[in-house]
T-cell receptor, first 113, second 115 residues
Framework: GNSVTQMEGPVTLSEEAFLTINCTYT??????LFWYVQYPGEGLQLLLK?????DKGSNKGFEATYRKETTSFHLEKGSVQVSDSAVYFC????????????FGQGTELSVKP | NAGVMQNPRHLVRRRGQEARLRCSPM?????VYWYRQLPEEGLKFMVY????????ESGMPKERFSAEFPKEGPSILRIQQVVRGDSAAYFC?????????????FGDGTRLSIL
């Protein structure tokens, strides 16, 4: 079945450091890929998405490229801020499965000043 | 606030009681999804509904859990005879159509605690 695997956290970085959170997936078809962010006590917010191979999603300085050959969708940011501290979820959705999201286990990011 | 509204935000129940969680989708959205987040885990799909229809309930436990999305009013996730293992955050999401390219919009969740 479909699945998403993320690197384990927590990830602790200093402000302005480079961020990479790895995400790989297994899917039977051609999924859409998403990164969601969850701040403490809140629901999930869409951060970025990519719907086909080689697409690059980007938002708020974050970006991720849909790599079909490596089945990956790694999240990157060149310079993190304290306000980026949150839990990040990678997810996939397949058209023939009604749009339901399959999530990774989440990666907690803590950015220190 | 035009976002997905969930209530209550926090719900405390004793073992054996019933829990009812409500979700009002974004205006114009007719597709509702429920997810459960156990402590230290990611979100797991439970059920997908359209107005008056359950489309996919493959993630719902076979017993004690039910969901509905009536023609009028919010979607309801109902848990009967709750047990300690039901303690979790329950999130509702909505979208305007069934399209894997269409992002889902999430509510802030209901945190259920079982005493």
């Amino acid at each position: 079945g479909n699945s998403v695997t993320q690197m384990e956290g927590p990830v602790t970085l200093s402000e302005e450091a480079f961020l990479t959170i790895n995400c790989t997936y297994t899917a039977t078809g051609y999924p859409s890929l998403f990164w969601y962010v969850q701040y403490p006590g809140e629901g999930l917010q869409l951060l970025l998405k990519a719907t086909k191979a080689d697409d690059k999603g980007s938002n708020k300085g974050f970006e991720a490229t849909y790599r079909k050959e490596t089945t990956s969708f790694h999240l990157e940011k060149g310079s993190v801020q304290v306000s980026d501290s949150a839990v990040y979820f990678c997810a996939l959705s397949e058209y023939n499965q009604g749009g339901k999201l399959i999530f990774g286990q989440g990666t907690e990011l803590s950015v220190k000043p | 606030n035009a976002g997905v509204m969930q209530n209550p935000r926090h719900l405390v129940r004793r073992r054996g009681q019933e829990a009812r969680l409500r979700c009002s989708p974004m205006k114009g959205h007719s597709h509702v999804y429920w997810y459960r987040q156990l402590p230290e885990e990611g979100l797991k799909f439970m059920v997908y509904l359209q107005k008056e229809n359950i489309i996919d309930e493959s993630g719902m436990p076979k017993e004690r859990f039910s969901a509905e999305f009536p023609k009028e009013g919010p979607s309801i996730l109902r848990i009967q005879q709750v047990v300690r293992g039901d303690s979790a955050a329950y999130f509702c999401a909505s979208s305007p159509q069934t399209d894997s390219n269409q992002p889902q919009h999430f509510g802030d969740g209901t945190r259920l605690s079982i005493l």
